[in-house]
């Protein structure tokens, strides 16, 4: 077996979920044109796909087949890519760039991003209850991770968390509100791909807690790392976050609580949480281990 | 059998509804607070309820049950709620009003507004695919029933509809575009409404054309009338619109192309469609007529 390279393992299953987005963009109505190019471009604007590829890795460690797994992971990333959009907009981050290239309402103008953004949220329920989808799965196993997905991204999960960093905002935070907003702003929807990922492949409910913790600890791990590339000043080409923003004091951060040195800590700390987990899988859970040190090595 | 009172039908329905969407809301997370408290004055903020008791009488018609039709007909509510709550937001229409109170974003700020809706959308999808709504359905029904409203909903409904409209803003527009956006903007959640009801309790694929041609009809006849008052001032008592604003020439409306009067005639010929339709059933469908009517006689 040789050895498992990380790389090319993103830039494979990469471009496997990029040739699915397009795919899936284009089965949806190409209509109306500028709706459908602010989507478009908010999709294929430079995202890692690493919510989606997390997804395929967990479902391939139980020999979930990626036509099954694609729909879900997918639909991950187009509700990743909505977040983004409105995160980006004046009403919130207010953020001109987005991984160095123009935000999507600098282009098409608040009102359309605005528009893309919620079309893209509803085609990724769309999407997932297709009837090519639904034919291949049990459809009650479609509903429950169509509702794991829908709780990872709204009150309790995604939206959630960005309400309470929103009130946070030039607020004095403890480490309890950091966890409380990072574990559900970006979190909530690692942790639901891997879960969905291993659900959709058929996990076994002892093997789904273990991945269900692995999730957990690489979502807190990879917010923390987003978090300290923004404070090292590399925030306009991270995901999910714009240019030097945490350092203008604006939110909620581990390093602006804990300090540089204790987030890092931290961070290799989970990073030994997640291992620990997927060690039982052996040589098979290669990726996930790869993309858990991925994540924590930019900053440890 | 008494006369049908459609004033008594209304409130009737309407209290239900009301009454399953403060269930639906407070069993989904109170916190974060201030999120939970911008949904909250969302949907209670005045709606009429149209959809979701459009839904009841098209299910009651084929016997269904209100316990099965009242998590997609709040769900149908969700998802009209959060399309006004960014409708009204200044990246799009810049109302500070809706039915003469404040809107979301002058109470709550407008990141705070943003997220209530992403959140209602959200929380739409995950209330129909909760464990208790589908355990009394077939789950491949539920799954069909979501498809549909996400359908009538996403960029092939809804949203396209208001892209549209967006783009068309100050643009010279026919009778053509007009109809394409109402038919998508207003038409597909409403023409959903009828047509899930009706799925939901069984009816017939013949039945189901019945119901879907009446649905289209009241979908169009429904924006005109909104488009009638709006025209003649009387705007911001209404659904879906802001005050007076169509009078300074923002949007496509029917008067604006084909005059008030061209607009009442067509308007009461749809109401004949409507009804026509749904003569075949007789007494049962006193309620789908009664709506119908209610709609249109505001103006007609």
Redesign the interface.
Known sequence: MPAFNIQNYLKERGSLVDRALDRYLKG??K??Q???RA?HYGVFSGGKRLRPILMLAAGELFGGKHKLLLPFACALELIHT??II?DD????DNDDLRRGELAN?KIFG??????A???L???A??LM???QV?QRL???L???V??EI??A????GM??G???D??AEGQEVNIATVEYIHVRKTGALILAGARVGARIAGASPKELRRISRYGEFLGLAFQIVDDILDAKGYGSDREGQGEGRDKEGKKATYPSVVGLAASQDRVRELLQHCLKEIEFFGRDADPLRGLARYVVEQVA
């Open positions: 949806s109505e209509r109306p500028m709706l459908y989507m909505y977040s409105h907009l004046p009403a919130l309402h608040e009102g359309m991003a605005l528009l953004g919620d079309a949220l509803t085609e329920f769309h209850s297709r009837p639904v049990r459809p009650k479609v509903l429950e169509m509702h829908a709780q991204a709204g009150v309790g939206v959630g960005q309400a309470v929103l009130e």
